[in-house]
């Protein structure tokens, strides 16, 4: 290739240049000609063999995974306690020797406690010991090798070991509940009577309240207060219940009397006889009615026949003053002053079965919805314990000292807990967790003996009643898995309001 000059015409002449800004002399032309332009040529081979300077040293010793990890640069805290809790597992799974806790390398180095074999039959770290290799058995496996896995464990983590229980279970966080009511309303002469029930919740969302000789009906959903019925001096309320689909209302009286009200048409449906003094408590079974009285006699009452009982019960050797039936609708459980607790069923006139293990009257009485048979109680200021009992085996299951005298029990219908109210000398509410019996929540705000105790229709919300004359709604339960978990809609704002 020919190389244009660059001279021009050769009149001019060429200007000098200093010695030491001169540029190199240039090729001749011919130069180019005989030096042709030409790639390298490469030679490849039928395949590629990679250099492994950089990674030598393999180690693939799970029992070094510690000592390679030293050499790496620290990690983050976070991923530190992620990889202990890798080894952990790999330990337990692999070669049976679990450490108490999940630790990470750097963590366990400065304890002391690298390297570990907690297992006797374990290899040791040592690299010229093979990882896998066969062991000598023992008692339990005679032949070689770690115990197998049962067929029938539960997960893939492990058998029943603390470790793995750990891994595939972690620990429950606990439900945080508020500690202040969201309501309160005031209750001009709620009487301060261990013995009277006058508060329940229907499933219509109505509450009612025995007020001397009225009974009010408040709404949740719209706060309206109704007056239903005032006795004047006629007789005192002592007793109020909601039959179990909401529409009646059962009223006993100091004089003895049980009426059933329409709540609906706030009308008198009749009025039933029979106690001879005060009916204290009441409980609803479909069309029966079981009443509690100071005469020492419990009756049965079908609403729809003309006569005003069809079944008396005696065994009580004082004021009945705790009555509830089992969510199966077929034993009764009742409570005494006699600090006996005695449950019954539908064929008999005698109780079947005796709990004597209290030493003061009986009024918290609550049957768990979660397991079939399972009855609570509570006894009073010379007792303070609640008891656990087993109907179907009438076996006493636990007792728990609560320090001050139980007076109301209720279970959740939407988790294994439940909730108990309390009088001297501590006026507080429990959310218990069964059956650990762990307090979840106390609550206080209640200047007297929390006396009276009722659930919402949907299981989130209690109410309780003192001789403080006030009523407080409390969240203390979780709402049902399907919904979400917050209160009642209609429970209104948190404000102060009165009842009548």
Same mark, same amino acid.
């Given at each position: 290739?020919?190389?244009?000059?660059?001279?021009?015409?050769?009149?001019?002449?060429?200007?000098?240049?200093? @010695?030491?800004?001169?540029?190199?002399?240039?090729?001749?032309?011919?130069?180019?000609?005989?030096?042709?332009?030409?790639?390298? @040529?490469?030679?490849?081979?039928?395949?590629?063999?990679?250099?492994?300077?950089?990674?030598?040293?393999?180690?693939?010793?799970?029992?070094?995974?510690?000592?390679?990890?030293?050499?790496?640069?620290?990690?983050?805290?976070?991923?530190?306690?992620?990889?202990?809790?890798?080894?952990?597992?790999?330990?337990?799974?692999?070669?049976?020797?679990?450490?108490?806790?999940?630790?990470?390398?750097?963590?366990?180095?400065?304890?002391?406690?690298?390297?570990?074999?907690?297992?006797?039959?374990?290899?040791?770290?040592?690299?010229?010991?093979?990882?896998?290799?066969?062991?000598?058995?023992?008692?339990?496996?005679?032949?070689?090798?770690?115990?197998?896995?049962?067929?029938?464990?539960?997960?893939?983590?492990?058998?029943?070991?603390?470790?793995?229980?750990?891994?595939?279970?972690?620990?429950?966080?606990?439900?945080?509940?508020?500690?202040?009511?969201?309501?309160?309303?005031?209750?001009?002469?709620?009487?301060?009577?261990?013995?009277?029930?006058?508060?329940?919740?229907?499933?219509?969302?109505?509450?009612?309240?025995?007020?001397?000789?009225?009974?009010?009906?408040?709404?949740?959903?719209?706060?309206?207060?109704?007056?239903?019925?005032?006795?004047?001096?006629?007789?005192?309320?002592?007793?109020?219940?909601?039959?179990?689909?909401?529409?009646?209302?059962?009223?006993?009286?100091?004089?003895?009397?049980?009426?059933?009200?329409?709540?609906?048409?706030?009308?008198?449906?009749?009025?039933?006889?029979?106690?001879?003094?005060?009916?204290?408590?009441?409980?609803?079974?479909?069309?029966?009615?079981?009443?509690?009285?100071?005469?020492?006699?419990?009756?049965?009452?079908?609403?729809?026949?003309?006569?005003?009982?069809?079944?008396?019960?005696?065994?009580?050797?004082?004021?009945?003053?705790?009555?509830?039936?089992?969510?199966?609708?077929?034993?009764?459980?009742?409570?005494?002053?006699?600090?006996?607790?005695?449950?019954?069923?539908?064929?008999?006139?005698?109780?079947?079965?005796?709990?004597?293990?209290?030493?003061?009257?009986?009024?918290?009485?609550?049957?768990?919805?979660?397991?079939?048979?399972?009855?609570?109680?509570?006894?009073?200021?010379?007792?303070?314990?609640?008891?656990?009992?087993?109907?179907?085996?009438?076996?006493?299951?636990?007792?728990?000292?609560?320090?001050?005298?139980?007076?109301?029990?209720?279970?959740?219908?939407?988790?294994?807990?439940?909730?108990?109210?309390?009088?001297?000398? @501590?006026?507080?509410?429990?959310?218990?967790?069964?059956?650990?019996?762990?307090?979840?929540?106390?609550?206080?705000?209640?200047?007297?003996?929390?006396?009276?105790?009722?659930?919402?229709?949907?299981?989130?919300?209690?109410?309780?009643?003192?001789?403080?004359?006030?009523?407080?709604?409390?969240?203390?339960?979780?709402?049902?898995?399907?919904?979400?978990?917050?209160?009642?809609?209609?429970?209104?704002?948190?404000?102060?309001?009165?009842?009548?």
């Amino acid at each position: 290739m020919d190389v244009p000059s660059t001279s021009g015409s050769g009149d001019l002449p060429e200007p000098q240049q200093h @010695q030491a800004f001169s540029s190199p002399p240039r090729p001749p032309p011919s130069a180019y000609r005989q030096t042709p332009l030409r790639s390298p @040529q490469i030679t490849y081979s039928d395949r590629f063999i990679p250099s492994r300077a950089a990674s030598s040293r393999l180690d693939f010793s799970i029992l070094d995974r510690e000592a390679a990890a030293s050499e790496t640069p620290k990690r983050t805290a976070e991923k530190e306690e992620s990889n202990g809790a890798y080894n952990m597992l790999l330990r337990s799974e692999l070669l049976g020797c679990p450490p108490a806790v999940p630790i990470s390398p750097e963590k366990g180095a400065g304890m002391g406690m690298l390297p570990s074999t907690s297992h006797p039959g374990s290899p040791s770290k040592s690299p010229s010991r093979k990882l896998f290799r066969y062991i000598a058995g023992d008692a339990d496996t005679p032949t070689a090798g770690l115990p197998t896995q049962s067929p029938y464990a539960r997960g893939p983590i492990g058998g029943d070991d603390s470790v793995a229980s750990s891994l595939a279970s972690p620990s429950r966080m606990l439900r945080k509940i508020p500690r202040a009511p969201f309501k309160v309303l005031d209750a001009p002469a709620l009487a301060d009577d261990y013995y009277l029930n006058l508060v329940d919740w229907s499933a219509q969302n109505t509450l009612a309240v025995g007020l001397g000789t009225c009974v009010y009906l408040w709404s949740a959903c719209t706060s309206k207060v109704t007056r239903l019925v005032d006795f004047g001096e006629g007789g005192a309320v002592c007793s109020v219940s909601w039959s179990q689909r909401g529409s009646y209302l059962s009223i006993g009286t100091d004089k003895g009397e049980v009426q059933i009200w329409d709540a609906t048409k706030c009308k008198r449906v009749r009025t039933l006889p029979g106690h001879k003094q005060r009916v204290g408590c009441m409980a609803w079974n479909h069309h029966t009615l079981a009443t509690g009285s100071r005469d020492r006699s419990i009756l049965l009452r079908d609403v729809r026949c003309q006569e005003p009982f069809v079944q008396k019960l005696g065994g009580h050797r004082s004021e009945v003053c705790g009555l509830r039936w089992s969510p199966d609708d077929r034993e009764l459980a009742s409570g005494g002053n006699d600090n006996q607790l005695f449950v019954w069923n539908q064929q008999s006139a005698q109780p079947v079965l005796r709990f004597s293990e209290h030493q003061a009257a009986v009024k918290a009485i609550a049957w768990s919805p979660h397991q079939h048979g399972l009855l609570v109680s509570g006894g009073g200021t010379a007792d303070r314990c609640i008891r656990f009992w087993n109907t179907t085996t009438g076996a006493p299951l636990q007792c728990v000292d609560t320090g001050s005298q139980v007076c109301n029990l209720s279970w959740s219908k939407n988790v294994n807990e439940l909730v108990s109210t309390h009088g001297y000398s @501590q006026n507080q509410v429990i959310v218990w967790r069964y059956p650990t019996m762990q307090k979840l929540a106390t609550l206080t705000g209640h200047t007297m003996r929390v006396l009276y105790l009722a659930v919402s229709p949907d299981g989130q919300t209690i109410v309780t009643g003192a001789g403080d004359e006030t009523l407080r709604f409390w969240n203390v339960f979780p709402g049902p898995k399907t919904q979400g978990t917050g209160g009642d809609s209609g429970m209104g704002s948190m404000m102060r309001t009165l009842i009548r």
